[in-house]
């Protein structure tokens, strides 16, 4: 099993008190499997994916990557974690902006250290991104934008592709191109896809879907 | 206000203090220590009595003089050196302790011209020589004019300049020189101060005065005071009201009445066309202010009556320039009068302390 | 309305109180060292205009004796007697208490004169009495505590270190009976009189000193000042300009809504200047207070050393001048608007939904940055030129300026090349990240990267010149002071006795005679000097004729020194125009402290044209070691007043305790100076560094640690200022350069050989690299310690 979580829970403090964002959630996903990941705004989807990443650490319960509990890693483990096994697209497409988009797209698989020029130029030929690499962010549409910052999750070869809302900022058929790409991308990496959305109509596109309701997991 | 006019003031009011009354200028009766005081057994002696003296501490030769231009216009003219010492004894140049004031005046029926000197003895800026005699302070100049058979005071030339006008004239005596009081001894109070006191209230005078309009040549009667003490007045008397009357029919009065809380003391010397003087005492003469001025923000009584019961005499005298006030570091009034009444004639009347 | 807008725009500080503690320390340290500088210069500004009125100098005519010889006072009865109005003066230095005595006469003294007593006036009784009094002011009456002197009355009016007494007690007190140094003559001369060249045709007369030679003088030293205080302001300056330009792109959101809630946008900007002058006022006030400190912490030394190297006396107390404190404000005010100036033009013109860009407003193009490096290059072709061409003060400051301004200007294009060139050739993702950011850092640090340029090259510049300075004069002083003794005597008479005694128990007693005249048109002094081995063997001489010191023995030439020569054009074999009569020039030499003219003959020739000048100092040549022993005897034998006899350690022991005074005013400015940098340098990287949270977030994400993300920030900073610095230090020599051949000539007159003192760079390094750092330090560790959290709401708007 790629990544198994066992009854999650996180409460974020907040102005009215604390708050219980997620409360027992369990999951499972295998390599190659991709699983969507719905629900309303606020019912935790991004939580999860963050806790998944390493990037905060759950209250109670339990995420295992590969067997290994994400929880009893150092801070430094969890970034090595990260750096080496997990590929992030966000939202925010959270690009270098000092680096142009060649740059951008190797950076993960050179701190990784296995930086592969030929997979990177099928991935960028792939997302469309051929005659960009030499400009910098700013220079880019939202849609070059995301396609970098996938292009960037998927260089390093992760055994786990973490994305929120990836399409997010884009219109319907961009969305759309841009999900198909990722997902052909995940299946040839032969990477596990967890992907939060709340379009139906990506959600579908994915193997498996998993609703959250106010912090809780209904199949 | 700067140093040298604050110390000034303080100097000045040293000088005048026995003039003015000691009221306002304390600390000086310590200082009267090692000076010589008035004494009634004194006999003057000339010329060396015309000279300073230099064991007392106060002096002054006080010429005032009533002229008439070609028009017969009235002016009048004021010519004084005060001499005073900070201490006893001399001491070279700028060491000396003699301080020296100059004060002139030309007085119009609407002008009142006023200058200042200030000097020290000891490096010849003023001073008194008596063989030849005079009286300088910077280029003002008393200079006895007397052939060597004559009193040094027969005949004098007077100069003065101020800012804004100037005087030339020449003083012929007409008469002797006149002592008041006990052989010269002038009493100041009920208290026995005093002072020596002589005049010659006896010159016609001729000569030129400068005014801002220009030269005017005048004649006139003048007179002239001299007076010596070291002994400050009373500090009671607040200030003292004094005239030098020269009357139409030769007859010259001089009489002053000291203002003091205890009850106003009065002296006068009736002096003859001759020169023989009638001494007269406390109370003889009354002087009564018939109307003040507005002067220097003061109230000055500018008319007054004259009475001397045992002489006749009851008359009024009127300033010429009710603005005659001497602007200078200690202020007073000085300015000529004319005399109606039982009498008529010209004069000077000072008033201090107002 | 205006209430509400100014309650929401001022809110932001609240949410933000570094920013606004950072605006206000800028603004404030800026205020601070140019107003602290100002109330220095204004202080003894006044001291000298004091002087220069002191008894109405600047205002009446004088009359002195032609040959300088003292006026016997009868001549003063004299001129009163024609109606002259003159008053006598006398004065003199006496060397017991160090004070300069004034005796006048109260009697005559033109009115408005004399100074005014405080508190209980004298009375004439006290002044003029044998006892007498002296007028001083009131930090000299401390000073003179204990000295042996008539009472003291204290008044304001004076400058320190001179005393008014009546004549009378002055001629005692200084010796001279009989005798005045010149009479003053009042305005109010009456016309007609004789005149004066008819009955004193000894006497001259001097028409009045106008605004005091002091002040000319001095104004080079205060120019230093000024100008250390101009970029001390400056270097503030950078620090508001950065915060300000930080806060108003944050709040553009704010603005955008207050636009779209219908505040208009005149108002706004209304809104926005009065909130920036409340903010200068508050930090105007606190300059002003912190100024004030600084000038009363600095003034002591700025005395001394104007005493020192000009004999002017400046009072060591402060004054708080209204006016000063307004202008100070108003400075503040002035500055808060110039800094503010670009972000208030750009909100005027800013449609109503524009978006929110702080980053961009840190990133500025390349092709700005080589604007400004072509402004820049302007700016050190037009010092080029200056230093080639240019003459005098002005243009020396001036190539002060362009060469500061221009390296300032060009600084970020340098950096932004030279760290290109790194991120060229990288070799890991993180190294090529790490250039890659850091060039991207450079405009948005460049205005803080200016600054500490400035500070630093101002600190090797002037460091470099006061070392430069002090090698040479220590040199020169010992080269100078040959004479082991040096006596001082009050008399000829008591010169003439001491000399009987000494002469046999020495091996040589040089005259050290002089007058005061008019050197070339120069106010200064004419030396005569003895021929002796002394003189050929160790005075400085700069460049001479070769047989000079037998030239000079047989009267042929003069030597005159740096001064004189640079002043007035002056070439070995020149004529110069010297008091009695002209001579060939037949060498220069260095006279370092000295800000007048000189010139020596020899002593025949002296004597023969100054028959009448004093004869009181001499120069004794013996054995080192006999020295004190000598001076102790002498002292006892004649009674000698104290200061005069004077070791030769002792007057280079003063003279380079002047140097240092000198000096620590500078120092202590220029340490001041790279503190408002290093303040500069925290406030940008702090302000940076909230910016730099979403640049840096995706790095945590992609698995670099907190704390090498927070190590590298701090490396990227020191990697700068150690670029800085190194072009700080050419700037640092080429300021150098310019202070000691060009200002220093142009204010001094002489020109220093430069040397260079690379361990004092090292030593710079050594502060300044590890101060960078420690700026970089906190934001770093703030970012150590960052929630992840915080780092999370980087990736998404929701928490979903």
Redesign the interface.
Known sequence: MLLTIRGLTKT?PTREGPLA?LRGVDLDLERGESLALV?E???????LL?LS?G???ADQGTIRLDGAAVAEMT??QR??????RIG?V???F??????NAG?NI???A???GR?APDWNAHLAKALGLGDLLQRYPEELSGGQQQRVAIARALAARPALVLA??PTGNLDEANADAVLALMLGLVAEAGAGLLL?THSPRQAARLGRQMRLVMGQSQA | ????????L??AA?MLASRVGAQGFA?LGA?VEGFDLPDPATRFGFPADHGAHDAFRIEWWYLTASLSGPDGTPYGIQWTLFRTA??PGG???????T?WMGHAALTTATAHHVAER???GG???AGVTTVPFQA?I??WEMTSLAGPAEDALNKIALTA?G?DFSYDLTLQATGPLVVHGDNGYSVKSSEGQASHYYSQPFYEVSGQIVLPSGPVSVIGQGWLDREWSSQPLSERQTGWDWLSLILEDGTRLMGYRMRDTGGDFTAASWIMPDGTVDVLPDGALVMTPLRTARVADRDIPIEWRIDVAAKRLSVTITALNDAAWMATTVPYWEGPVFVTGTHRGRGYLEMTGY | MNRVVLATLLSHWRKRPLQLVLLLVGLSLATALWSGVQAINAEARSSYADAASLLGRDQFDRLVSRDGAPIN??R???L????WPVS?VVEGWQPETGLTLIG??????P???????DGK?????D????AGLL?VNPDTTERLEDADLPPLFA?QDLPPMTAIG???LV??LLGK??VISHLVIDS?A?PGLVPLDQIAPDLVRVAPENGGDLARLTDSFHLNLTAFGALAFVVGLFIAHAVIGLVFEQRRATMRTLRALGVPLRRIVVMLVLELGLLALVAGAAGVALGYLVAAALLPDVAGSLRGLYGADVSGTLTLRPGWVLAALALTMGGMLTAAGAALWQTARMPVLAPAMP?AWA?ASARQLARQGIAGGGFLALAAILAVVGSGLPAAFGLLAALLVGAALILPWVVAGVVGRFAGRAG???R??FW??T??QVPGLSLALMALLLALASNVGVGTMVASFRTTFTGWLDQRLASELYLNVRSPEEGAAVLDWVTPRVDAVLPIWSVSGDLNGLPGDLFGVADHATYRDNWPLLSAMPDVWDQLARGKVALVNEQLARRTGLAVGDVVVLPGGDLPVGGIYSDYGNPLAQALITLALFDARFPEAPHLRYGLRLPPTKADALAQEMTARFQLPQGAVVPQAEIKAYSLGVFERTFAVTDALNVLTLGVATVALFASLLTLAEMRL??L??????????RRLAAIEVLRIVALAALTLVVAIPLGLALAWALVARVNVAAFGWQLPMSLFPRDWFALALTAIPVAGIAALWPALRLMRLP??A??R???????
């Open positions: 974020y964002v629900g705004s606020g019912s935790g989807k991004s939580t963050h990443a990037l905060d650490v801070d430094s970034a090595a974690l990260r750096r080496d992030l966000f939202q925010q959270n690009l270098i902006p000092s680096l740059a190797s950076m993960q050179r701190l990784a930086n929120d809302e939060v | 206000m700067n140093a040298a006019r604050r110390l000034f303080a100097a040293a600390g200082a900070l201490k001491g070279a140049g700028f060491q000396s302790p301080l200030l000097a020290r490096v010849g800026q300088w910077d280029e300049r800012a | 006072e009868a003063f009865a004299e009163r007697r024609a109606g006598p006048i006469d109260p009697l005559t003294m009115a408005g004169v004399a100074p005014v007593a006036g004298p009375q004439i009784g002044f003029l009495a044998a007028l008044t009546d004549i009378a001629q005692k009976p009989g109010a009456p980053r990133r890991g993702p993180v090529q990240w890659a950011d060039a991207q979403p640049q977030a995706p790095l945590w994400a992609l698995g670099l640690t907190r992840p959290t780092l999370l980087i990736f998404a708007n929701e928490r979903g």
